[in-house]
C-alpha cells in the first residue's frame, strides 16, 4: 500500500496541476472516480497485467463515455499505461481528491456515531466544525453500533472521541492505573 501511494503520488500531482490549469478539477474528479472504478474490477486487473493488451485498448476502457482519445484526461491516461501503472488508479484518485480538497481549503471530517445523523444534526456539526477550523468542511459519515452513543470526529490529524465506548475506555484505563 505505501508503495502503491509513492508510485501514484507524481500521477496525482500531474493531474491536479493539468486540472487546476484548466480550471476543470471537478471534471478531472468525476473521470478519475470513474478510472479509478473500473481500475478496481479483478478482470480489468487481469487485463492489465497482460502483455497481449494494448495500451491504447486499457485506456479505451478506463476512459469515460464523452471524453475524447485526444483530450488531456485521455493523453494522461495514455502515459500511466504506458508505464503500466493503471492499476494506480486508485491511489491516484484519493490522492487527487487531497489535493483538490486542499486547494479549495476543504477538509474532510470521517464521523463515526452510534445512530445515523440527519440531515439537521449534519449542519449543526458541519457548522461547529467550520467554525473550529476555519475552513469548509466536507463530511463523511457512518454508523458503528458498537460506540455505544455519541460520535467520533476524524479530521486525519486530530481526533475527537465523544463516544460512550471511548469515555468507558478513559474510566477503565484510569482505575487500572
Request: proline share 3%; hydrophobic share 50%; aromatic share 4%.
Amino acid at each position: 500500500m505505501a508503495q502503491a501511494i509513492t508510485l501514484a503520488r507524481p500521477y496525482a500531482r500531474a493531474a491536479f496541476e493539468v486540472a487546476h490549469g484548466t480550471g476543470t478539477l471537478d471534471a478531472w474528479s468525476q473521470a478519475l472516480a470513474f478510472a479509478a472504478t473500473v481500475a478496481r474490477d479483478a478482470r480489468v486487473g487481469v487485463l492489465a497485467s497482460d502483455p497481449r493488451v494494448l495500451a491504447e485498448q486499457l485506456v479505451a476502457l478506463h476512459l469515460p463515455a464523452g471524453i475524447t482519445a485526444d483530450a488531456p484526461f485521455a493523453q494522461f491516461l495514455a502515459e500511466m499505461a504506458e508505464q503500466r501503472r493503471l492499476p494506480l488508479l486508485p491511489e491516484v484518485a484519493e490522492l487527487y481528491e487531497a489535493l483538490k480538497r486542499e486547494s479549495e481549503s476543504q477538509l474532510l471530517v470521517k464521523v463515526t456515531s452510534a445512530m445515523a445523523l440527519d440531515a439537521a444534526q449534519a449542519e449543526q456539526l458541519k457548522t461547529s466544525l467550520r467554525r473550529r477550523f476555519k475552513r469548509e468542511i466536507a463530511l463523511e459519515t457512518r454508523v458503528d453500533a458498537a460506540l455505544l452513543a455519541g460520535v467520533v470526529i476524524d479530521t486525519g490529524e486530530q481526533v475527537i472521541d465523544g463516544s460512550a465506548r471511548g469515555r468507558l475506555e478513559k474510566l477503565a484505563s484510569a482505575l487500572v492505573h
